[in-house]
Structure formats: structure tokens, C-alpha cells
């Protein structure tokens, strides 16, 4: 038992020079360092410290180790005094807490009672409890709800005890919650077999770790076919009528104040006598004047003209819309929803054309002046809309053809080869698992995945950035693993196809038992010095590893995204296994 | 010929230009260096780049009569008479220095304003004014005319102010007659619109 506990202190140890110390703290503390027993009970924590003392070396010696009602300021002092910490950058408090019989509120409240200062760099070590099916939802629930608040909490350690016939098997919830604290820290299991019986005793960690490249590219085309695939949007059109009407009205009639005619401005029209002359309940209008009074009307005509002209000259500086049409409305996504009834650009605008532009009724009771004042400010009216509604139109197909290049460049990044990723899409694990994540984030996010795609400047922006980012925030809450199973056996022994080997060697159907156990004699060069020489992976019969194996042929290539490495760290002796 | 541009010392200032008994009459100051002069007149609603065209496909002609647009080679001579009947009023004179195979022109539009003069074109205003009494009211007629604009009916060539207020006159109104209602204190002032102002004069004749 001994043995193992060294070898396996070894790797942690190895593995954690290889990787250094990002994300995983597994060595002995360098900065002074208390441990706190939060609610551990006396045996496992005795068990505990018996394997901290081999973890680290000299932690009796130089490592305080206090409880809830500890006088913190006392230890404090006396890690102060001890000549070995003489620079004081940080504190490290470990604090040991069983997660079953802990309620977070007072965990927190203590946190922040006695360690409330960045001098102090909080470590939790957490002990779940599964002896019963209730336990284990309330430590899943406190792990999650810890990990995803984690406050001043620097590092989380996890040790479990649920065993089912020797594997650790952490259930849905305990895969999920383990992803979560493979992307965030290192997660470390041990089993308490390994302090309370000789029987088995399992041992697993995960470091920081990246997605690999096939899911980067298989959540980035789901992602693209959700983007690319919009909804019909039939009505568009009406909600930018909706939208824009106002503001095109408020600056035409900004525009208009200025230039409109008041009746006095037509008392000496050409044959003013006469016209004043006629009646005000005779029906008229500029047909009439036309016919009855060509040359009043060719002035008047006029007038209308150069007040135009005049308008031509004023409005050089167009008005500018770009606050407005940048706002969510107007996204690919939309635009794009719109065009799938086979219609066309421009029907974009019809609407809102339609009801700036209609011609107004105009009375043609009253005297002539009233009339023609009314006409020659309707014209100026229209000029001064149609003006505005230009450069409006001009700015807003700008902004449409620049969403419509947004979905060419999305529309090509999906037909990429690099996408057409066939072997990954036959894996229904694959798909349905990570599929659904890109699925639901794109659900919960669309708006504001839409908006940043749609705030791109070229593709490359789009390819560099934008992707980049949102697929960033996807991985960041659903954390997947880079470094397949494969690779990682491979890596161990320092020879190629060990994997595969073993896979074929779970494919012989005799081995294959519930609760399998697979004499795997080529990891013996890192177990070399114990007693049986054998070392067995364990594997739960619900573990994906039995279903690949049974296609491990034509899955080949790509099988190793779908592994649970939370399997694979099951490491065992043979002769403890019962 | 080839049609080149001039320089400075190439440029022949006109002394007059004025209309003279049916006559436009030039005069200009003699230059020593080029004793022979093209004494170009063209219309003033023929531009300098439409001038210059002209000139390029007839610059062999050493007299020119077209539309709008008329020359003559002078050879050391200070003045010239060409009947008004020959090209409209308003015209632009400008003289074109030519040497053995050259003609000489102005290098711009605006080079070439400096140099041409104008001789405007007029545009009468015959205004008549009739008074009722005791009524506080008077009616004018007035009657734009020229015979020779050549610009659209729609195009506003005049104006006519009533206290203050402003009236266009277009092309189309010229010759008729434009009726107005004014108080007896007030009259019509008919003036050119801004634009023609630089091509032609209003003459009023009061009846």
C-alpha cells in the first residue's frame, strides 16, 4: 500500500513539474500555509494528513494545522515566526471541509469572517460524502455551487469516497461538475477506501486543459449552422417602419421649419386681384390655377422651385443615421430571415417608403392663398422627407449589404473544408453531447453571439476575433478536454499505439464483465516497484470506453474526443479488487 | 494650327468693348510680340471648354462664324467692328495671340475670365401703372422682354419685388403680361435674377 501511495505522490509530483504550477497545486506549499479542519471528522482526518504527509514532505513540521475555533491571530504569529517564511507574500489556508455535512452560507461566512484579506490565498479541500443517494446530490450541489462562485477560493481539491465495485464513477452531475473544475483548477479525487481499508482505492486529477481541435472545429460549424440557419422573418420590413418612421420624421421636420411659405408670401402673385376675387367655397387647386391663370401659376411654380433650390443648398451636410441603424435591429441574422421568402433588398424599405412618401390630401376649399400655401408647403414637405428618406435609405442599404457580406463570410467559413468534418458528425456521443452545449448556448446567447458577428469589420476579423471569442465563452462554460485518451496513455509509456492495443484487448468480449478489469502490463514502467507488477484500468459499465471499443475500427481516427478521461485515471491494484 | 496655351507675356488686354451704332467695337492695346490676333467672340452661354472644341476643329479657319461663337485673324491692328446681327448679345471677347502655327488660348475657365470682357445682353421691363380712385389701390403690368434667352421656360431669368416680397419671372413669362394688385403706395421693382446678372442688364420703361 505504501508503494503505491509513493508511486502515485510520484506522478503527481512529475506531472506537476511537466506542467508547472498553473492550475495545479499539488506540490509541497512554498509560502507558509495553515490547514484548517472546517468539519472533518477525527478519522478522516487523521487518514487525511497521513496522506498529506507523503504528499508533502514536511508538512507536520512546518504546517499549522488549526479548526474552526482556532485563534487564527496566535498561528498566524507563529507562521510569522518561523525563520523558513521570512518574506510574507501570501498565506496559503487549506481548509478541509466535508462537503455532505456543509452548509455553504457558513462556510462562506467563515471564509470571510477569518480570512478576509489578499494575503491570504484560500485552498478547499473538499471531502464528498456518497454513503447514501441523498449525500450525493447535496455534495454535487455544494461542489457545483462553490465551484461556480468561487469568491477568494484560489484552488479546489476534490476527494470522494463513492466506489461501485472498485471504479469511481461520479455520475452525471460529478462528470459535470468535474469539467467544470478541469477548466478551472485541478481536481483530484481520492477515494476513502484509501484511508479506511485495504480494498481498492481509486486516485484521478485533472489539469487545465484546452479543447482539441476536432471539437473546436465541430462546435464552431454547429455554431455556424445555427447562425447561418435564421428563422423566417417575414415582417421585418414593418418593424423597421416601426423603428425609423420617427426618427426620419423628427428630421424632416427639423429640415422643414425654416423653408415653409406663409400665405403673405403669395399676396402679389401675377393677377393677385383675381384670385383673391374668387370664391372661397369654389372647389381649386393648381390645376385650376393652371388652367385659369397660367402665368400666376408659372410664378408660383417658380417660387416652389427656387424655395427647392434653396433647400438643395442648405442640407449639403447629409444627416447621419449611423447611431440609429446601428442598433440590434438590423443584424445578418435578421436581414438574412428576411430575404428567405424570396424577397429582395429593397423591399426592406417599402414599407417605411410608402408611409413617409404617401400623398396627402389636400383641402381645395378656401381662398386661393390658403390653397397654394398648403400645396407649396406639401411639396417642400416631400422634398425636404424624400431628401432625409435618401440618405437614410443610402446609409440604411449600406448597413444591409454589409450584413449581407457578414453572411457570405459565415456561409463560406461553414463550407470550409476544415469544417466538413465527417468522422467527427458519425459520433452520436460527440454530436449529441457537445451538439447540444454549442445548442444551448447559442439558445440562451443568440442575441448577443448575432450581435458580435454581426459587428464585423472583414473576415478576417470575423475568422480571428469574433469566432474565436464566442467559441471562447461556449468552452468557458462548457469545458472540454484537449488531450484525448490516447495521447495520454501514449504519453505515459513513451511508446505509440499502447492504446490501441489496449482497445483491442477490451473489444475480446471474455474480458469484457461488468465492472471490467484489464490486465494492462504496459503501464508497469511507472508501477514497476510494486508488489503484483500488474496494473488494472477500471472501467464502469456505463463508461463510453466499452461502447467505443466495440467500434474502435472505424472510429479510429477520431474516437479519442469522446473519451471520458475521468475513466481513465481509475487506477487500481489488481489484488485489491474484490 | 495647333491650339497651345498661353503664358503671361502671350496675353492681349482688351482696352473696350461696347456696343456702337449695331456694332460691337473692340479696341485693344498693340502687342510687339505677336502682330497677328484671332479676335474671338463667342456667346456667354458658350463655355471656355466648348469654346476650346471649337476651336480645335476649326483651327484652320482664320474666320469663323458658327453658333454662337465667331472669330477673325487680324494682323496688326488695334481695333475691329463686327455687326451685332453676326452673333447675340451677351458675348464674351477674347483675343487669341497666333503665331506662325499656333493658336494661343487661355489655360483654364477661369484664366480665361480674366482676360475676355463682356458685353451684356438686355433684357427690357416695360411697366405700366394704373391708379383707381378714391380705391387705396393701384394695378402695374409689367412685360419682361428678350427674344433671345436661351434657356428653358421653367428657368427664373427675373424678378419683380413687392414690399419686400419676391417674385420670379421665368423664360416662359417673357412677353406676357404679368398683372399685379399693389397698395397705391407701393410699386413693382423689377430686377435680373442673380444669375443673369453678369450676362445681362435690365432696362425699365416706365409708361
Not at chain 1, 469574433?466 to 472540454?480: E, K, T
Not at chain 2, 463682356?118 to 378714391?134: E, H, L, Q, W
Request: charged residues 25%; aromatic residues 10%.
Amino acid at each position: 500500500m505504501k508503494k503505491l501511495i509513493d508511486c502515485c505522490v510520484a506522478e503527481i509530483r512529475n506531472k506537476s513539474e511537466r506542467n508547472g504550477a498553473v492550475g495545479y497545486d499539488a506540490q509541497a506549499p512554498r509560502n507558509p500555509s495553515i490547514i484548517v479542519n472546517y468539519n472533518l471528522d477525527k478519522k478522516a482526518l487523521d487518514s487525511y494528513y497521513e496522506f498529506l504527509e507523503q504528499l508533502w514532505p514536511g508538512v507536520y513540521l512546518n504546517i499549522p494545522r488549526a479548526d474552526r475555533e482556532s485563534d487564527f491571530e496566535a498561528i498566524e504569529n507563529q507562521v510569522r515566526a518561523n525563520p523558513l517564511y521570512l518574506s510574507l507574500s501570501e498565506i496559503q489556508i487549506h481548509v478541509l471541509v466535508n462537503m455532505t455535512k456543509c452548509t455553504l452560507e457558513d462556510l462562506r461566512l467563515f471564509l470571510k469572517q477569518k480570512f478576509n484579506s489578499p494575503l491570504y490565498k484560500i485552498i478547499l479541500h473538499e471531502f464528498l460524502d456518497y454513503e447514501r443517494q441523498n449525500q450525493i446530490e447535496t455534495s454535487e450541489k455544494n461542489l457545483l455551487n462553490l465551484m461556480e462562485n468561487r469568491d477568494r477560493i484560489c484552488y479546489q481539491f476534490v476527494y470522494s469516497n463513492r466506489l461501485s465495485n472498485g471504479a469511481m464513477w461520479l455520475g452525471e452531475s460529478g462528470l459535470k461538475i468535474a469539467r467544470l473544475a478541469a477548466n478551472i483548477t485541478a481536481i483530484m479525487s481520492i477515494d476513502s477506501h484509501y484511508f479506511n481499508d485495504n480494498n481498492a482505492y481509486t486516485f484521478s486529477y485533472n489539469l487545465l486543459e484546452k479543447p482539441t481541435r476536432k471539437i473546436v472545429q465541430f462546435s464552431i460549424r454547429r455554431l455556424l449552422e445555427k447562425v447561418c440557419n435564421c428563422p423566417e422573418y417575414a415582417n421585418l420590413d414593418q418593424d423597421i417602419l416601426r423603428r425609423y418612421r420617427g426618427s426620419i420624421q423628427r428630421e424632416a421636420a427639423y429640415g422643414t421649419g425654416s423653408f415653409l411659405f406663409r400665405e403673405t408670401d403669395f399676396k402679389y402673385l401675377p393677377d393677385n386681384k383675381k384670385l383673391q376675387k374668387e370664391k372661397a367655397n369654389i372647389k381649386k387647386g393648381i390645376a385650376s390655377l393652371e388652367r385659369n391663370y397660367p402665368i400666376a401659376a408659372m410664378c408660383f411654380n417658380a417660387m416652389i422651385k427656387q424655395k427647392v433650390s434653396e433647400i438643395n443648398r442648405s442640407r449639403a451636410k447629409k444627416v447621419d443615421f449611423s447611431g440609429e441603424l446601428s442598433e440590434p435591429l438590423l443584424t445578418f441574422y435578421a436581414v438574412e430571415g428576411f430575404l428567405k421568402g424570396n424577397r429582395q433588398k429593397k423591399d426592406l424599405l417599402g414599407s417605411l417608403k410608402t408611409a413617409l412618401l404617401h400623398e396627402r390630401q389636400i383641402s381645395d376649399e378656401g381662398t386661393y392663398s390658403k390653397v397654394l400655401t398648403e400645396y407649396a408647403n406639401q411639396v417642400i414637405e416631400d422634398e425636404i422627407t424624400e431628401r432625409i428618406f435618401a440618405a437614410f435609405s443610402e446609409q440604411f442599404m449600406k448597413k444591409i449589404d454589409h450584413t449581407s457580406e457578414v453572411y457570405q463570410w459565415l456561409l463560406e467559413c461553414l463550407r470550409s473544408p476544415e469544417l466538413q468534418i465527417h468522422a467527427i458528425e458519425k459520433e452520436a456521443n460527440l454530436t449529441n453531447y457537445y451538439g447540444g452545449r454549442v445548442d444551448d448556448y447559442f439558445a440562451s446567447h443568440a442575441e448577443e453571439i448575432i450581435a458580435k458577428l454581426d459587428a464585423c469589420s472583414d473576415k478576417e476579423d470575423l475568422l480571428k476575433n469574433r469566432l474565436h471569442s464566442i467559441l471562447l465563452q461556449i468552452f468557458d462554460s462548457n469545458p472540454v478536454y484537449y488531450k484525448s485518451f490516447e495521447e495520454e496513455i501514449n504519453t505515459r509509456v513513451g511508446k505509440v499505439d499502447i492504446a490501441k492495443k489496449m482497445f483491442e484487448e477490451i473489444s475480446e468480449k471474455d474480458s469484457v464483465t461488468r465492472n471490467i478489469c484489464i490486465n494492462w502490463m504496459n503501464l508497469q514502467f511507472k508501477l514497476e516497484k510494486m508488489e503484483t507488477g500488474d496494473v488494472l484500468i477500471l472501467i464502469h459499465p456505463n463508461s463510453k470506453l466499452l461502447r467505443l471499443a466495440d467500434n474502435y475500427k472505424p472510429l479510429e481516427s477520431s474516437r479519442q474526443d469522446c473519451v471520458e478521461r475521468i475513466d481513465f485515471h481509475t487506477l487500481s491494484l489488481k489484488p485489491e479488487v474484490k | 494650327m495647333e491650339i497651345k496655351y498661353m503664358n503671361p507675356q502671350n496675353q492681349i488686354m482688351i482696352q473696350d468693348a461696347k456696343i456702337v451704332n449695331q456694332n460691337y467695337s473692340i479696341s485693344w492695346l498693340a502687342s510687339v510680340y505677336h502682330p497677328d490676333i484671332l479676335v474671338c467672340v463667342k456667346s456667354s452661354w458658350i463655355t471656355y471648354d466648348e469654346l476650346k472644341k471649337i476651336l480645335e476643329n476649326h483651327c484652320e479657319e482664320m474666320r469663323h462664324q458658327g453658333n454662337g461663337v465667331y472669330w477673325q485673324k487680324v494682323t496688326r491692328q488695334t481695333s475691329l467692328q463686327i455687326l451685332t446681327t453676326t452673333i447675340k448679345a451677351p458675348v464674351d471677347v477674347i483675343l487669341l495671340p497666333v503665331t506662325k502655327n499656333e493658336i494661343l488660348i487661355p489655360a483654364d475657365g477661369e484664366e480665361c475670365a480674366k482676360l475676355q470682357k463682356t458685353i451684356k445682353g438686355v433684357i427690357k421691363c416695360i411697366k405700366k401703372r394704373k391708379s383707381f380712385f378714391p380705391v387705396f389701390k393701384a394695378a402695374e403690368h409689367l412685360t419682361f422682354v428678350n427674344d433671345s434667352l436661351p434657356v428653358k421656360g421653367d428657368e427664373i431669368v427675373a424678378e419683380y419685388m413687392v414690399d419686400n416680397l419676391r417674385y420670379p419671372v421665368t423664360a416662359a413669362m417673357l412677353g406676357q403680361t404679368i398683372s399685379i394688385q399693389i397698395p397705391k403706395n407701393s410699386t413693382c421693382q423689377p430686377c435680373i435674377t442673380k444669375n443673369l446678372n453678369s450676362k445681362y442688364n435690365l432696362t425699365i420703361s416706365e409708361e
